[in-house]
C-alpha cells in the first residue's frame, strides 16, 4: 500500500553529499578501490585534550539532560569567542547551542519563513541552503556567481532580487563548495544594500572561518556590518576547524528575539545537545587553538598541490581558494569534449574508471562544475589526481 507523505517531504533532495559519502562506502566494502573526494568533513583525528575533556565529563557523570539551548558555561566560551575572533558582542540570551550547525540553520528558517517567502541564496551554494527553506515552504532565488567575479556575488545582484517578499539571505564565508571568501569591503557594500532592506534578516554562516588563508583577516558580516547586527544571526561551531564532525556541535549568535524562538522550536524537536559533547566543545573554543593552525596549515599545502595538479588537465579550470577544504573547478569543456549529458554523468564516469568519487556541481546550483575534497592525507591525493589526469585525457 502507498503511503503519502506530506509535500514538505517531497519539496526537498536527500543531501548530495551524504549519497556520494555513502555510495564510495559502500563500493570500497564490496572491494573496489575507491578514492572519496567527496567528504565534506576533515580527515584529522578530534585533538586530544578535547577529547580528554568528553572523557572526564563521562567519567564525572556528567550525562544528564542540560538547557535546551546550551549549558550556562559553554554559551560563555560561545561569546568569549565571538569577542575574541570577531569583536562582536552578545549576551547569553542572544547565544543558542544546537546538534551542529547546520540544525542552528533549520532552526532560523523555521522561525522566519512561511509559505511563499523568499530566501536568497549565493550560488555556489552548500546543497542544504537551497533544501532547507523549501521544508518550510520557502522559494529560493539563487543568484549565481562565477569564477570570473570570483565566485562573490555583486551588490547590483543583490538589490536586483530584493523585493517584499524577501525574508532572508543567506551568506557563507569562507564558501562550501568554492572556498570563496568575502573581503571587508566586500561585504561592507553588500551590507549598504541591506540597510535600504529593513525586512530583510541576513544569515552568515561562518563555519571555515579558521581553515582560512587569506590575504586579509577573516572578517564576519556581522563585523564589517555592525548597523546591521540586529538583524544578522551568525552561525558557527566546532565541527570544520576541530575536526569534531560526528560530535554534533553548532551554535549562533544573534538578536534575541530570533534566538528566543529558535530555543521554543528546538524543545519541541531534539532539546538539548549532547552533554558530552558540549564538555568537548567548551575545550575547544577556550582551550589551545595550535591544532587548529597545525590542520590549516595541512590543508594549505593540499589545496596548493591538487590546484597545480587539476590545473594540469586538458580543459580543467579551476580557481585558488582562500579557504575551506574544498576545490570546485569548472569541467563545461571536459564534459562537451567527452560527450557527457552532464556533471552527474561525468562524476558517474570517474567513479566508475578512475575509482574516485567527487560531487556534481548541479548539487551546488552550478551544473558543469565539481567538488573535490582534499579533507585526505597527500599521498591518496597524488594517486587521486594520477587517476583523474589518466581519465580525462584519454577519449
Known amino acids: ?42 580527515d584529522f583525528d578530534t585533538p586530544k585534550h578535547i577529547k580528554q575533556a568528553a572523557h572526564s565529563a563521562i567519567h564525572d557523570g556528567f550525562t544528564k539532560y542540560t538547557a535546551v539551548d546550551g549549558t550556562v558555561e559553554l554559551k560563555q566560551a560561545i561569546i568569549d569567542k565571538f569577542r575574541r575572533d570577531n569583536d562582536l ?55 549565481f556567481a562565477g569564477p570570473g567575479q570570483g565566485f562573490k556575488i555583486t551588490p547590483e545582484q543583490l538589490e536586483s532580487v530584493i523585493n517584499e517578499r524577501t525574508r532572508l539571505l543567506m551568506l557563507n564565508s569562507p564558501s562550501n563548495p568554492t572556498g570563496a571568501t568575502y573581503t571587508r569591503e566586500e561585504l561592507k557594500a553588500l551590507g549598504d544594500v541591506l540597510q535600504k532592506h529593513e525586512h530583510v534578516t541576513i544569515m552568515t554562516d561562518d563555519i571555515y572561518e579558521h581553515i582560512y588563508w587569506g590575504e586579509e583577516a577573516f572578517c564576519s558580516f556581522a563585523t564589517a556590518c555592525p548597523e546591521l547586527k540586529e538583524r544578522t544571526v551568525v552561525v558557527n561551531g566546532v565541527s570544520k576547524c576541530y575536526a569534531m564532525t560526528g560530535w554534533r556541535i553548532g551554535y549562533a549568535g544573534g538578536p ?50 591538487v590546484l597545480s595538479a587539476l590545473k594540469e588537465i586538458d580543459d580543467v579550470h579551476c580557481t585558488a581558494a582562500s579557504g575551506t577544504f574544498y576545490l570546485f573547478p569548472d569541467m563545461r569543456r571536459v564534459i562537451t569534449r567527452k560527450g557527457f549529458e552532464d556533471d552527474l554523468e561525468l562524476t558517474r564516469f570517474l567513479l566508475d574508471t578512475a575509482g574516485v568519487a567527487l560531487v556534481g556541481g548541479s548539487a551546488f546550483g552550478a551544473p558543469g562544475f565539481v567538488r ?16 583523474l589526469r589518466q581519465a580525462l585525457t584519454e577519449d
Open 89 to 143: 558582542t552578545f549576551e547569553p540570551e542572544q547565544i543558542i547551542v544546537s546538534s551542529g550547525a547546520k540544525q542552528c540553520i533549520f532552526n532560523l528558517c523555521q522561525v522566519l519563513i512561511d509559505d511563499g517567502d523568499e530566501v536568497i541564496v549565493p550560488a555556489p551554494y552548500w546543497v542544504s541552503y537551497s533544501d532547507i527553506p523549501r521544508v518550510c515552504g520557502g522559494k529560493i532565488v539563487d543568484v
Open 372 to 387: 573535490a575534497s582534499y579533507a585526505t592525507d597527500l599521498a591518496t591525493l597524488q594517486t587521486a589526481m594520477q587517476r
Open 256 to 305: 534575541s528575539e530570533i534566538i528566543a524562538a529558535m530555543k521554543k522550536l528546538q524543545s519541541q524537536s531534539t532539546s538539548n545537545p549532547s552533554s558530552i559533547s558540549q564538555v568537548a566543545a567548551m575545550a575547544a573554543l577556550a582551550g589551545d587553538q595550535s591544532c587548529v593552525d597545525k590542520m590549516t596549515a595541512e590543508f594549505k599545502t593540499r589545496h596548493d598541490f
Open 1 to 42: 500500500m502507498a503511503i503519502d507523505l506530506s509535500r514538505r517531504i517531497n519539496r526537498i533532495k536527500p543531501s548530495a553529499t551524504m549519497a556520494v559519502t555513502a555510495l564510495a562506502a559502500q563500493l570500497r566494502a564490496d572491494g573496489k578501490d575507491i578514492i572519496g573526494l567527496g567528504a565534506g568533513e576533515p
